[in-house]
């Protein structure tokens, strides 16, 4: 076998390794990747029942409902064109509103439910999480701010 030979299967035996090892990474990854979805992608894709994934958008007006245990917390989450119901079982994040943007991690249940796992709040007035943001942006429905936010004196920055 000469020189150029065993290179040349050196370097076939290395990119076999080398995608082989990144095979079983991206195998690895696929279980622990978690999409985020509007109400209306969740609408239109049927996602399956068993699939974790995050759904995003405002929580609806009048649509809070604690149960009388006072664990079990039923809302709606819109991106103003479709409504998801989801079901939460823990206590709730201090910020959480209604008319405030929220993103709820969890699984879809047969019946069309969302039953959340973990939910996040916005952290303050001006903030918006960028896939809610998007999501209305899509929808059609998303109002600019242009006014800068005051200073603590008063006067604007």
């Not at 969740?42 to 929580?59: C, E, T, W």
């Not at 079990?72 to 823990?90: C, E, G, P, Q, W």
């Amino acid at each position: 076998m000469t020189r150029r030979q065993r290179r040349l299967y050196t370097i076939i035996g290395a990119m076999t390794l080398l995608s082989a090892a990144v095979g079983l990474v991206l195998f690895a990854a696929r279980d622990t990747l978690v999409y985020f979805y509007s109400p209306s992608e969740v609408a239109q894709k049927h996602l399956p029942p068993d699939r974790n994934f995050r759904i995003g958008g405002l929580v609806e007006e009048g649509s809070v409902v604690r149960h009388p245990d006072g664990t079990n917390i039923d809302f709606a989450v819109t991106d103003l064109k479709t409504r998801i119901m989801v079901r939460y079982t823990s206590l709730l994040p201090d910020m959480f509103r209604e008319g405030k943007g929220v993103i709820a991690e969890g699984k879809m249940n047969a019946d069309g439910t969302f039953t959340a796992s973990s939910v996040l709040a916005k952290h303050d007035e001006n903030y918006m999480p960028p896939e809610v943001a998007d999501a209305l942006k899509k929808s059609g429905r998303w109002k600019e701010t242009g006014a800068p936010s005051p200073a603590p004196g008063g006067t604007t920055q």
